[in-house]
C-alpha cells in the first residue's frame, strides 16, 4: 500500500507547498500529451507530488508517474506517447488553419482505422461475427498492446508499495455505480488502468474480480470527488481538464461536434469542482461562526458534532485548462499525430509555467490556511 504521508516534504520554487500535492487528471485520449507537459513543468517547478488520481487517458498517465521513480517518469511518459504517435507521418511543415484542419481530421481517420501502437489496434471481425458476450462482440478494438505496453514501463511493486498515491476510476457496467481503485486500499495492476479507459464501444469492458468495467469517465470525468473525500491533511490540487467550459459559438458541423464533446465532458467536471469548491467554503463559515460561541458552549455536544461534521482540510484548487486550437475539431481526441502531440505537451508546459508566474496568489491562500480554486491561465 502506498503511503504518500511518510514522505518527506519538500518547497518548490516560490511555492510553499502543503502537506499534501495532488495531481488530479480528466479523461481526453489524445489530449492526454497537455498532461504530460504538465507533469513535466510540474517536475522543473519543484513541485513533488504525493497523490496522482485519473480516469481514462489520465489513469494511464497517472499510472505512469505513480509507477515510476522520479529519475524515470519523464522518460517512461514520454515513451509511451511517442510511441503512440509513431505510426502518423509527421507533417512539420507549417499550414494554415484549413490545411491543418485536414491534416488533423485526416489523422483521426487513419487512427480509427489502424489503431494506436501500444495502445489499441482493430479487431480482425466485426463485433457482429463474435460470439455474444465475448469482448470481442462488445468493442471494435483489441487493447492487449495497453497492457504489454503497461507491463513494460510500469513497476508494478513500486507503484503498489511507494511513495506516490495512485487512484483510478470505473464504472461497474451492471450496477452502473462508480468505483476507485485505490493503491491506499488494495493492490493494483494492468487491468484497473485498463478499466478506467475502456471507453465503449470502441473499447472492450475489463473483467476485475468478476466484475465488468468501462471508462470512468462515463459517470464522472474527473477524480477530484474522490481526492476530495478521502482527503487527510491540507492539500494543493492541480486538476488538469482537457475540455473547457468556455468557448466561442460555432460557425459549421465539425465546431458543433467539438462544441458538443467540450460541453458533454467540461459541464461534469465543472459542476463537481463547483459544488464541491462551494461546500467547503461554507463549511469553513461555520466553522468561523462556531469559534466565535462564548467558551460556556463550546463544550456542548451539539456544537461539538456540528464541529466534527463541518471541519475539513483547507484545499488549495489550481485549474489547468487545455483550450483547443482553431484547426482542432471534434475528433482532437482521438488524433494520435506526433506534431498534435508534441503541441499539447507544450501547451501543458506554458500554462504551468504562467501559473508558477503567479504562484504568489496560491501562496497566500496556503498560508492563510483558506480553500480557494484558482485559474491562473484565463485566455
Not at 504517435?85 to 481530421?105: G, I, N, Q, V, Y
Request: charged fraction near 25%.
Amino acid at each position: 500500500m502506498a503511503d504518500a504521508e511518510s514522505r518527506p516534504r519538500r518547497q518548490a520554487t516560490g511555492l510553499p507547498l502543503p502537506d499534501t500535492v495532488a495531481l488530479v487528471l480528466q479523461g481526453g485520449g489524445a489530449l492526454g500529451a497537455y498532461q504530460a507537459g504538465v507533469i513535466d513543468e510540474l517536475h522543473t517547478a519543484g513541485i513533488e507530488v504525493d497523490w496522482v488520481a485519473g480516469i481514462s487517458i489520465g489513469a494511464v498517465n497517472a499510472t505512469l508517474f505513480a509507477g515510476n521513480p522520479p529519475e524515470k517518469r519523464l522518460a517512461a511518459i514520454r515513451t509511451f506517447w511517442e510511441d503512440a504517435t509513431a505510426a502518423l507521418p509527421d507533417f512539420s511543415l507549417p499550414m494554415h488553419d484549413a490545411a491543418r484542419e485536414l491534416s488533423h481530421e485526416w489523422a483521426a481517420g487513419m487512427v480509427m482505422l489502424g489503431g494506436v501502437p501500444g495502445f489499441f489496434r482493430p479487431r480482425l471481425l466485426p463485433p457482429a461475427f463474435a460470439v455474444p458476450g465475448t469482448p470481442e462482440a462488445l468493442s471494435f478494438y483489441d487493447t492487449s498492446p495497453l497492457r504489454e505496453t503497461l507491463d513494460r514501463l510500469i513497476d508494478w511493486e513500486l507503484l503498489n508499495n511507494g511513495p506516490v498515491r495512485l487512484s483510478v476510476g470505473a464504472v461497474d457496467i451492471q450496477s452502473g455505480n462508480f468505483r476507485y481503485f485505490d493503491t491506499h486500499d488494495e493492490t493494483l495492476d494492468a487491468r484497473h488502468i485498463m478499466a478506467s479507459g475502456a471507453l465503449p464501444p470502441g473499447l472492450p469492458p475489463i473483467e476485475i474480480d468478476g466484475c465488468w468495467y468501462w471508462d470512468g469517465g462515463l459517470v464522472s470525468n474527473t477524480p477530484l470527488t474522490h481526492v476530495l473525500d478521502r482527503q487527510y491533511a491540507e492539500t494543493l490540487i492541480f486538476q488538469v481538464d482537457l475540455f473547457p467550459s468556455i468557448d466561442e459559438l460555432p460557425r459549421t458541423m465539425t465546431d458543433v461536434i467539438a462544441r458538443e464533446k467540450e460541453i458533454r465532458f467540461s459541464s461534469r467536471t465543472r459542476a463537481v469542482s463547483d459544488e464541491r469548491m462551494r461546500l467547503r467554503q461554507e463549511r469553513q463559515m461555520v466553522c468561523r461562526l462556531l469559534d466565535k460561541l462564548p467558551p460556556e458552549l463550546q463544550d456542548d455536544p451539539d456544537v461539538q458534532a456540528v464541529r466534527a461534521r463541518v471541519s475539513e482540510f483547507p484545499v488549495s484548487l489550481v485549474q489547468l485548462i487545455y483550450r483547443a486550437n482553431a484547426w482542432e475539431g471534434g475528433a482532437r481526441d482521438f488524433e494520435f499525430s506526433a506534431r498534435s502531440m508534441h503541441e499539447h505537451w507544450q501547451a501543458g508546459r506554458t500554462d504551468v509555467a504562467e501559473t508558477m508566474a503567479n504562484a504568489q496568489i496560491v501562496a497566500r491562500n496556503i498560508l492563510d490556511g483558506h480553500t480557494a480554486a484558482f485559474d491562473l491561465t484565463q485566455r
